[in-house]
């Protein structure tokens, strides 16, 4: 299970949490991470408020699209702080979770190729660092880009002064430029875009991990249900079907947990989603020069990766769970009991409650919740746009 998660316990190392108990752990090596967890915590918390003031002070002066600038970094640093604490605190939650999860992984050669251990594996693994890789080339490219303005256009090109700039806007009560408390700024800054970014990608990451588990699981039982050779005799193929509903129900019961750890993160992932789509794209829109347009495309491009890869994980696993119903029906059971016949029905009306990914009771999450998000960004984008140009 572990090549699973090393992406996102490489990410979660970055921002000091343990998502999860594991034996071993040292006091020093939890202290260590506490330090750093906090260290990481409080830098961003700065940050996220004086962002705020600045925000503040831009809409009281008129100045909308500064306003609106800030407020997708201030989003962007809600999900990020959100998704760490929200993973401590249910970090016994999500122990116990693991726990079960590791005692229904395969072991062992001839288990691993049953469940086809090799294929779920790698499908995560190109999955996670392509996304990983993606939202890192987000943060840096944010956290570099005055820097690469300052040695690009004015140290090499010269062709404009730039001087010395920091990657987000937010207020600070004191001259900074051309003093040495820029140098601590700009570390802040950058120490706070990676905090955030890593808070998200690192969550993000353990659900798709989980979340593969529940697939490879729930298509296992539809590939055992389907592929069962049925004896006719009733005892046998009844410990068959009783050893296939105690599995189905361990699923489920998973299913729940991982709803519940996830639910409240998962909502408010996709209501400041739809407000940083929205911003960003409007930013797009207003005439900014051509390099500033690359580096908010990648921040939008990012935000609404970040929403499509919860979707198909979400749409995945809603599948994965409905294929049992298919995989039943498609069992040979035309010369089975009649008391099997009727308990497939039972099973196939159970598989067909569809267990979904859910963002709390509100939102079951399947790809056509993408399609909600984009409508609800662009209205708010419409509503921009005009309050803008009047």
Not at 239 to 266: C, K, M, W
Request: charged share 15%; proline share 2%.
């Amino acid at each position: 299970m572990k090549k699973l998660m090393k992406y996102a316990s490489f990410f979660y190392t970055g921002v000091g949490i343990q998502p999860y108990s594991k034996r071993g752990d040292s006091p020093k090596d939890m202290l260590r991470a506490s330090i750093v967890f906090w260290a990481n915590v409080i830098n961003l918390t700065v940050v996220g408020i004086c962002e705020s003031i600045y925000v503040y002070g831009a809409y009281k002066e008129n100045k909308l699209l500064e306003a609106v600038t800030v407020m997708s970094y201030i989003g962007f640093d809600i999900v990020g702080l959100s998704k760490m604490f929200f993973i401590r605190w249910k970090k016994a939650a999500i122990t116990e979770m693991m726990e079960e999860l590791e005692e229904v992984y395969p072991r062992g050669k001839v288990q691993e190729d049953k469940y086809n251990l090799s294929k779920y594996i790698g499908s995560c693994s190109r999955i996670s660092l392509i996304y990983s890789s993606l939202y890192s080339v987000l943060i840096w490219t944010f956290n570099l880009f005055c820097i690469m303005e300052y040695w690009v256009y004015e140290k090499w090109l010269n062709i404009r002064v730039v001087g010395k700039n920091l990657p987000y806007l937010m207020y600070i009560p004191w001259k900074w430029q051309d003093r040495w408390s820029y140098y601590p700024l700009l570390f802040s800054q950058n120490f706070a875009g990676y905090t955030a970014a890593a808070g998200q990608i690192s969550t993000d990451l353990l659900l798709c991990a989980v979340a593969t588990q529940l697939i490879m699981h729930f298509d296992y039982l539809s590939m055992t249900m389907e592929d069962q050779k049925l004896s006719g005799n009733w005892q046998e193929d009844s410990q068959f079907l009783a050893n296939t509903v105690r599995y189905h129900e361990r699923i489920l019961r998973l299913s729940d947990v991982v709803n519940d750890i996830f639910g409240i993160p998962l909502l408010l992932n996709f209501m400041v989603s739809s407000f940083v789509i929205c911003f960003v794209g409007f930013q797009m829109t207003v005439g900014v020069p051509p390099d500033v347009v690359i580096k908010l495309f990648l921040f939008l491009f990012s935000s609404m990766s970040q929403v499509y890869l919860i979707c198909h994980y979400g749409q995945m696993v809603a599948d994965a769970s409905y294929g049992l119903s298919l995989a039943t029906y498609n069992q040979d059971w035309n010369h089975a009991d009649v008391r099997y016949k009727r308990a497939l029905v039972i099973i196939m009306a159970r598989a067909q409650k569809v267990t979904f990914l859910k963002a709390t009771i509100f939102l079951d999450i399947t790809r056509s919740t993408m399609t909600d998000l984009l409508q609800i960004s662009y209205k708010f984008f419409a509503l921009l746009r005009t309050m803008y140009t009047q």
